[in-house]
């Protein structure tokens, strides 16, 4: 496989940095071809300002989705976002991996995202009509592939239990599997957590082929009402919030 790995942490002696290096050390023994984009070492642009768009006139408005959708349709985004566009392309499947700062991603990991999934390639495509509402939630342009997130995450395991202060681990992270993963097609592995073992981080390398996806419902394979997007009557009866997204044991899509 081919394998892009997203870095986002600041210090390259942390534990986040020693264990994807294992990471990649693991993929690399097992065959795969693996590149690496280190966000902070890349000294890598965050914001979405005007200097992405230079085909705005002066007086021109940035409208961030109209401009990006211009800038991919006429091949002017650039150079660094290009870069990372195709990477993704290249790739078999994408690694993001990233402390978890204040319940989300660090910000140099989301303007990356805000950045790269341009409009044209991570989203607005496909029809809208009534039987179809677009290509996105397990199809899209990088269906096919495979993503995962590698998460450190501080406090104990069970803060992040079912009952756990924090909230449940796979609640907090589904805006980012769920949002910005399956959204444009990616089949989602569930997450590696941190703790403190390189030895797990090796096991889940060695099953990034083999590991099944998270279930989540295809946004057009007939679980959903078209166009209002609600969940069919009869779905997710034993779920709540975000756990009706994803099919239930022996549940098959309509």
């Not at 009866?237 to 239930?248: D, P, Q």
Request: aromatic letters at 10%; glycine letters at 12%.
């Amino acid at each position: 496989m081919k394998v892009l790995l997203v870095f986002a942490h600041p210090e390259p002696q942390s534990l986040s940095a020693s264990l994807r290096d294992v990471a990649i050390a693991e993929l690399q023994a097992a065959g795969h071809d693996v590149r690496l984009s280190d966000l902070y070492a890349m000294g890598w642009k965050s914001e979405i300002d005007r200097a992405d768009f230079p085909a705005l006139g002066p007086d021109d408005r940035l409208l961030p989705v109209a401009a990006s959708r211009q800038a991919f349709a006429e091949g002017r985004l650039t150079a660094d976002v290009a870069a990372e566009i195709d990477k993704l392309r290249w790739a078999d499947a994408l690694i993001l991996q990233f402390p978890l700062w204040w319940f989300a991603m660090p910000a140099i990991l989301k303007g990356w995202v805000d950045r790269v999934f341009a409009f044209g390639f991570a989203y607005g495509v496909g029809e809208h009509s009534d039987l179809r509402w677009g290509d996105r939630y397990g199809e899209g342009t990088l269906a096919g592939k495979r993503a995962m997130l590698i998460v450190a995450a501080g406090g104990w395991q069970q803060h992040y239990g079912r009952r756990g202060v924090n909230g449940p681990i796979d609640d907090l992270l589904f805006p980012i599997n769920h949002g910005i993963l399956y959204y444009p097609g990616y089949a989602v592995l569930p997450p590696f957590v941190i703790e403190a073992a390189a030895e797990g981080v090796r096991k889940r390398m060695r099953g990034l082929e083999t590991t099944a996806p998270i279930p989540y419902r295809r946004q057009n394979g007939g679980d959903y009402h078209i166009p209002s997007m609600e969940l069919r009557e009869g779905l997710g009866a034993g779920a709540s919030g975000f756990g009706l997204h994803v099919r239930e044991e022996g549940e098959s899509e309509i």
